[in-house]
Every structure is written in structure tokens, then in C-alpha cells.
């Protein structure tokens, strides 16, 4: 295993629609530990391939910390409700806006041994599967803010 370098903004590669992955083979498998890897060290709750330069619809979430789930070819298959709140990446360093998303998703995916599995969420893991499927059709979170993009330490003096 190992971390891999996070690309950012303004890197043509956040951009470009990503490839399905067609079988699972071992660098594949590699890369899927390397982003999970890469996302615990910059304590990110989400992580999707093109933010390490591969474009594979491959993206990796934990809003917990504790209960990672690996996406390939994610599908979302139902969505509802509304939440209105801050959201950063890691491909935007120091930043954060508020955007609204879905508050409950269903999203169909492939484990990394290639089996189909659902996942449901609410909330936080609602927002980290919208935001890091964005990522596998080339769309960045900036694009969506209402309002501006803050950096994250306005936002930190604005709560005190
Ligand atoms: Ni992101």
C-alpha cells in the first residue's frame, strides 16, 4: 500500500469523465487500498480516483472512520429529501462552501472483489456519495456553492 499524491484544482485530470472498470484485477485491487490509504492519512471522509490521477469509476467513502465503503461503478438509484450545508474536498485545500444535495440516497455499487451490493444513506454519507460520484463525471463541488467559497478558517472564526 501506499499514499498517493492528491491531485488539485486546476489539474485537467479533476475534470474528465472516468472509465468503468470492466474486472478487477490486482492493480486495480492495489489502487483501491492506495486510495483508502490516501484518504484516512488526510482525514478525508471520501476519495474518488481521479483525485489520484486515475480515471476508473472507483470511489472510496468513510464518514465514520470506521466503516469504509468501496464504490465501483457506483449507480444511484434513488434519491430524495434536501440538506443545505458545508462541504470541502481534498482536491480544494483549505476551502469550503455550502451546496444542497439529496439527504437520502440508494446507490447501487461493486465491491472490490466485484460483487453488487446496495448502500443506503442519510445525511453526511448522502453527501459524500453525491459529491464523489461529481468526481467520476469530471464535476467539482465549487461549481455547485451557493454563496462563495470560504476558506475553512472564516468559516471556523464565524462559529466561535
Ligand atoms: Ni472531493
Redesign the pocket.
Known amino acids: 500500500m501506499a499514499i498517493r499524491n492528491i491531485r488539485e484544482i486546476g489539474d485537467g485530470v479533476l475534470n474528465k469523465k472516468c472509465k468503468e472498470v470492466k474486472e478487477m484485477t490486482p492493480r486495480t485491487k492495489e489502487l483501491i487500498e492506495d486510495m483508502l490509504e490516501t484518504m484516512y492519512e488526510a482525514n478525508g471522509v471520501?476519495l474518488?480516483a481521479p483525485?489520484v490521477g486515475i480515471l476508473k469509476r472507483i470511489v472510496v467513502i468513510d464518514v465514520t472512520g470506521e466503516d469504509p465503503y468501496v464504490m465501483v461503478n457506483p449507480r444511484i438509484l434513488e434519491v430524495s429529501g434536501e440538506q443545505t450545508g458545508h462541504e470541502g474536498?481534498?482536491?480544494v485545500p483549505g476551502k469550503t462552501g455550502v451546496v444542497t444535495r439529496p439527504n437520502y440516497v440508494k446507490a447501487v455499487a461493486y465491491n472490490e472483489n466485484m460483487e453488487l451490493y446496495e448502500v443506503e444513506g442519510t445525511e453526511l454519507l448522502a453527501r459524500a456519495i453525491c459529491?464523489?460520484m461529481d468526481?467520476l463525471e469530471g464535476k467539482?463541488?465549487v461549481d455547485m456553492v451557493e454563496g462563495r467559497l470560504m476558506d475553512v478558517e472564516e468559516l471556523e472564526d464565524e462559529e466561535e
Open positions: 471520501g474518488a483525485q474536498c481534498l482536491s459529491h464523489e468526481h467539482l463541488y
